[in-house]
């Protein structure tokens, strides 16, 4: 396999999607179990929608969106499937977060309570408004063929760099949301009695950070970056794996004409591994 530390990759994705599959099941207990299911009614059970389509889509699907370049297996595709994949995982996540606000407004609306007082309310909706503008500028720098190759480049490291700190933000408000939502929920026993619908939400807020921290290490890992297109063209088997030793040539320049978004560090990557023969 070309990756280096793929057993380590394996393993951190392993553990990002069990962890991200356990927080879903964890919060449809908590809707479930402990709260008063799933409704479109006005009522609590339609507020119950919120935390629910949060978890799942804002949180766990953005973080597979996230991460999805980085499979190795995926690096025979071409980068445009992987653009669409890449903007269609974020999309489907941008509308899973729209619905989860409609049904705490319209909650909220319902039972006469004030919108937007809370700072877990005004940093939520920062995120999914930058969130948006996010995939707007994505879809026209980088689906949009007309966009000039210098321009792609050079945006490059602030897409990447809005995308880690709104997925950082958004997982920040999920645990303001959790915290707020049981203070007000839990009256007898009350939170600092520790209810088990108390410690069993706050297992939940731990899995969410434990989650988006494995996203985060996985995505700032060098030497996981999916190569740039020309090295992946150079190489005989189209990175399949064998071919790894291949890589660092064609390397010397700049900004990749094939691939102007690719950033420059699979090249050091792939440069470092040549010279010191680690390839395996
Ligand atoms: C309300 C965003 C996750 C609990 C709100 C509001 C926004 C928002 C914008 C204001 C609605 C209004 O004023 O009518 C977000 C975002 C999340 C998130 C972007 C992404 C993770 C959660 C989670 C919970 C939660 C996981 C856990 C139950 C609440 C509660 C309210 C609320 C209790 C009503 C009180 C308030 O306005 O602060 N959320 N939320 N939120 N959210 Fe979230
Ligand atoms: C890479 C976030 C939407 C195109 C990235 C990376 C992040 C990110 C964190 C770094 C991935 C890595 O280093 O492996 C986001 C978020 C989005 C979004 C949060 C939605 C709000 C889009 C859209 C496009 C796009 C709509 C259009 C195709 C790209 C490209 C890369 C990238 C081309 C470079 C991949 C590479 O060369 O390895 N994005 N992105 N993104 N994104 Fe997005």
Same mark, same amino acid.
């Given at each position: 396999?070309?990756?280096?530390?793929?057993?380590?990759?394996?393993?951190?994705?392993?553990?990002?999607?069990?962890?991200?599959?356990?927080?879903?099941?964890? +919060?449809?207990?908590?809707?479930?179990?402990?709260?008063?299911?799933?409704?479109?009614?006005?009522?609590?059970?339609?507020?119950?929608?919120?935390?629910?389509?949060?978890?799942?889509?804002?949180?766990?699907?953005?973080?597979?969106?996230?991460?999805?370049?980085?499979?190795?297996?995926?690096?025979?595709?071409?980068?445009?499937?992987?653009?669409?994949?890449?903007?269609?995982?974020?999309?489907?996540?941008?509308?899973?977060?729209?619905?989860?606000?409609?049904?705490?407004?319209?909650?909220?609306?319902?039972?006469?309570?004030?919108?937007?007082?809370?700072?877990?309310?005004?940093?939520?909706?920062?995120?999914?408004?930058?969130?948006?503008?996010?995939?707007?500028?994505?879809?026209?720098?980088?689906?949009?063929?007309?966009?000039?190759?210098?321009?792609?480049?050079?945006?490059?490291?602030?897409?990447?760099?809005?995308?880690?700190?709104?997925?950082?933000?958004?997982?920040?408000?999920?645990?303001?949301?959790?915290?707020?939502?049981?203070?007000?929920?839990?009256?007898?026993?009350?939170?600092?009695?520790?209810?088990?619908?108390?410690?069993?939400?706050?297992?939940?807020?731990?899995?969410?950070?434990?989650?988006?921290?494995?996203?985060?290490?996985?995505?700032?890992?060098?030497?996981?970056?999916?190569?740039?297109?020309? +090295?992946?063209?150079?190489?005989?088997?189209?990175?399949?794996?064998?071919?790894?030793?291949?890589?660092?040539?064609?390397?010397?320049?700049?900004?990749?004409?094939?691939?102007?978004?690719?950033?420059?560090?699979?090249?050091?990557?792939?440069?470092?591994?040549?010279?010191?023969?680690?390839?395996?």
């Amino acid at each position: 396999m070309a990756m280096e530390n793929f057993k380590q990759f394996l393993f951190a994705l392993s553990a990002a999607v069990s962890v991200g599959f356990v927080s879903t099941i964890f +919060v449809l207990r908590w809707v479930f179990y402990f709260k008063e299911g799933l409704a479109w009614d006005g009522e609590f059970a339609e507020f119950n929608w919120h935390p629910v389509l949060m978890v799942t889509g804002f949180i766990f699907m953005q973080g597979i969106a996230i991460v999805v370049y980085r499979l190795p297996w995926t690096w025979k595709c071409s980068k445009l499937m992987m653009k669409f994949i890449h903007a269609g995982l974020n999309i489907l996540a941008f509308i899973f977060a729209v619905i989860s606000l409609v049904a705490v407004f319209d909650f909220h609306n319902a039972q006469n309570i004030p919108n937007m007082y809370s700072l877990h309310s005004w940093v939520g909706l920062a995120a999914v408004i930058l969130y948006s503008l996010q995939l707007v500028l994505g879809v026209c720098i980088y689906l949009i063929s007309i966009t000039p190759i210098y321009l792609r480049a050079a945006f490059m490291p602030l897409h990447v760099y809005s995308g880690l700190l709104i997925f950082a933000s958004v997982i920040t408000t999920a645990l303001m949301g959790i915290t707020e939502k049981l203070i007000f929920g839990l009256k007898y026993p009350k939170y600092k009695d520790s209810p088990p619908e108390a410690n069993f939400v706050n297992v939940l807020g731990v899995l969410i950070v434990v989650f988006g921290a494995i996203i985060l290490w996985i995505v700032t890992r060098p030497s996981w970056k999916r190569p740039s297109e020309q +090295v992946l063209r150079s190489l005989p088997t189209y990175g399949d794996g064998s071919a790894g030793t291949k890589m660092g040539t064609a390397l010397s320049q700049q900004t990749d004409p094939i691939d102007p978004e690719g950033n420059g560090d699979a090249r050091r990557r792939s440069g470092k591994l040549e010279d010191s023969g680690q390839v395996n």
